[in-house]
């Protein structure tokens, strides 16, 4: 049982970990938490079942899904964070929650407030080890999470737009008076925060093959954790943290007493804060050497 | 000018004020506290649009003492706390009678409110034992009673697995209704029927909003039970039973009420999950055939999608609107009917019901306000319910 569970907790992890990496980059290069981060991961799949819906073939569908999200987030930004002064700490924040409580509501309006079930697309097999049991949908989470990890961590140390990306979370009035074009590099990594968070949602909708307007709501709270833990705008971290917090959640629901297991992962979240209070890797993208 | 312009809407103000009540008369109100959104949401919208039947029904029909019956829906949002406004928002429409809540849950709020309201109020789905006995005698039910059923759920699934001996909890945390089922009113019923509780202390319980169940499947295949009770609400079983498909962990199941829905049985697959309503779909019965065409045609046009079978609930949101109609037919209510004696009529109909003919059921009220119904048991097989 105890190697199932690990397993267990080790592919739910996958998922924070996929949600966390996106939400890190965004707060990572503007310094504003993205509240709108786990709306536009429920919008993902809504837009695939929509599509599904309208005779799209689902492979297509699953890529616009994330398409589509991408670029919600692009809009996030230009009507949520572009026209909030800098200074305006607290702007991006309501702007930015604001924009996903609208999503939520077009959602609502659409589809209503109960899950439908979500068609089965990538009919990957589960595989068994011993007793163990490793689901196909998971495996490829856990697989992607960590190729984007190590994507991220070259794209931000070894091209030219990790650069930028570094110099503007550095100093913003800095990297644009050296020539950096800001508001391009800004919308990018909107635009790449939003993929993730629209393919961690289609990874949800096909693993449990069940969507709803407030799938996202449970994740929210739970990536906010990850990205404090893991070290505010750090990727290695947001990866780490969201593993370890699903492995967490997975035994203490496993083996603490019945109905103590969310006290016990909050607990065990404040313990991490009081041992490491800058997180588990701590430096984040701006503090790194340009 | 301004004057001119108060005088005139002084005049349209008065005239409204004149001609509301008057308009207002010429129906008779129901309440309905429902719960239309929320994540009882599949429950409400399906119950609202059975309700509408026999509504539309008794309207076609002529109506009650020559007047029409109007719903006044107020949402509950699937809320305890909501279910409270809801109730008082009724009661202060003047409202012959209330149906609803669905959801126990909601029942233990809203009950005690209409009690003390003095509002006659129906509940179509809630079914944990003594609840009506509590909130004498303004409040009933008729939908059914847990601790019959579940009886006649084991000793259908005993008969099918005589080897069985042992049983498993699982229970959405959350879930007034399921807790009550899964701590007081099935452990009677399991150790009445000779099997063992693995872990009546211990029940493994399901955080809220849970999409992941792999562990607690895992955690309940690991107590090795010959027979799992799953004490989910409608949405979270799905997720259950699916990841049980997943993990094959094929023990067979079974379930409170609620569950005997097309989606539940195609995410149940080749599991065998039981499950037991006073409700049969499939019955022969020409009012009930009737009753489950128009329900279909319905649900096909405003809610696509979703389960087109009606459950227990929607029978029993059939039958409640039947039997106020009857009350206030037999009582004589017309709108110029004061609501405080349209109300105490109805209660004392209600209070005395005996051998009403329902859905392929014969309705009789307990002197605690509950009906009491024949149960049909069902087990899924191969993705479909089969009654037993």
């Known amino acids: ?14 998922v924070y970990a996929l949600i966390g990496i996106g939400y890190t980059l965004v707060f990572g290069v503007l310094r504003m938490l993205n509240l709108a981060h786990a709306y536009i991961f429920t919008s993902a799949p809504f837009i695939t079942f929509a599509l599904i819906g309208a005779s799209v073939s689902p492979m297509l569908a699953l890529f616009l899904g994330v398409v589509g999200a991408a670029f919600l987030g692009v809009l996030l930004y230009l009507v949520a964070f572009k026209p909030i002064p800098p200074e305006h700490a607290l702007g991006g924040f309501v702007a930015s929650l604001s924009f996903g409580i609208i999503i939520q509501v077009v959602i609502v309006n659409f589809y209503g407030s109960q899950p439908k079930k979500f068609p089965t697309i990538l009919n990957l097999p589960d595989f068994n080890l011993g007793n163990v049991i490793l689901s196909g949908v998971q495996i490829g989470s856990l697989c992607i999470s960590a190729s984007l990890m190590i994507g991220l961590l070259y794209l931000i140390k070894s091209t030219r737009f990790g650069r930028n990306i570094r110099a503007i979370a550095q100093n913003q009035m800095a990297a644009s008076l050296l020539g950096v074009a800001v508001p391009a590099a800004v919308l990018l990594v909107f635009f790449m925060s939003s993929a993730l968070a629209g393919l961690a949602g289609l990874m949800v909708a096909m693993r449990f093959e069940s969507i709803g307007a407030f799938m996202g709501d449970m994740y929210a709270i739970k990536a906010l954790a990850i990205i404090i833990i893991g070290g505010l705008g750090d990727v290695r971290g947001a990866v780490f943290a969201g593993l370890l917090l699903g492995v967490c959640e997975v035994m203490f629901q496993a083996y603490a007493p019945p109905g103590w297991s969310e006290a016990f992962i909050w607990l065990f979240l404040i313990g991490v804060f009081l041992v490491r209070p800058e997180g588990i890797f701590g430096v984040g ?4 050497e340009i | 000018m301004n004057q001119k312009r108060l005088f005139l809407a002084g005049l349209v103000l008065g005239f409204t004020a004149v001609i509301q009540p008057v308009l207002a008369q010429q ?6 506290n429902v719960e239309r959104t929320g994540v009882a949401s599949s429950y409400g919208t399906h119950m609202l649009i059975a309700a509408q039947i026999a509504l ?27 279910a409270v406004i809801a109730t008082r928002n009724i009661d202060r429409l003047g409202v012959a009678a209330m149906l609803g809540p669905i959801q126990t849950s909601q029942c233990r709020t809203a009950f005690p409110a209409a009690n003390r309201a003095g509002l006659v109020s129906i509940s179509p789905g809630s079914a944990a034992p003594g609840l009506t006995a509590q909130n004498r005698p303004w409040t009933f039910r008729i939908a059914a009673i847990d601790s019959l059923i579940v009886e006649e759920v084991i000793s259908g699934l005993k008969r099918n697995n005589p080897n069985v001996k042992t049983v498993a909890i699982a229970v959405d945390t959350r879930d007034a209704y399921n807790q009550f089922l899964v701590k007081t009113v099935a452990p009677a019923a399991i150790e009445k029927s000779g ?19 792999s562990v607690f499947i895992t955690k309940l295949k690991a107590m090795n039970p010959d027979v799992v009770l799953l004490g989910a609400g409608f949405d979270p079983a799905h997720g259950f039973l699916r990841e049980a498909n997943r993990q094959r962990f094929n023990v ?34 020409a009012n009930v055939k009737k009753f489950v065409a128009e329900f ?13 079978s009606p459950t227990y609930i929607d029978a029993s949101a059939y039958e409640s609107i039947h039997v106020l109609a009857d009350a206030m037919r037999a009582s004589k209510i017309t709108p110029s009917t004061d609501p405080k004696l349209a109300r105490e009529q109805i209660r004392s109909y209600l209070a005395s019901l005996k051998g009403y003919q329902g859905l392929g059921n014969v309705i009789n009220m307990n002197q605690e306000g509950d009906t009491v119904k024949t149960t049909m048991v069902y087990r899924v097989r191969a993705g479909k319910w089969v009654k037993q």
């Open chain 1, 1 to 14: 049982m105890f190697t199932q569970q690990l397993v267990n907790g080790l592919m739910l992890g996958s």
């Open chain 1, 285 to 288: 993208i701006k503090t790194r």
């Open chain 2, 27 to 32: 129906s008779i109100k129901i309440g309905v």
């Open chain 2, 56 to 82: 539309d029904e008794v309207n076609r029909a002529g109506g009650v003492n020559g007047a029409q019956i109007e719903f006044v829906i107020e949402d509950n949002r699937s809320s305890p706390e909501q």
């Open chain 2, 195 to 213: 099997l063992t509780i693995l872990n009546k202390d211990q029940l493994v319980e399901m955080a809220p909003d849970t999409t992941d169940f």
């Open chain 2, 252 to 285: 067979p199941m079974f379930a409170g009420q609620g569950y005997i829905t097309t989606s539940m049985a195609t995410a149940a697959n080749d599991l065998q999950l039981w499950a037991g309503q006073p409700f049969d779909p499939e019955s022969p019965e």
């Open chain 2, 296 to 308: 279909k045609t319905r649900v096909e046009k405003e809610l696509p999608g979703q389960y087109v």
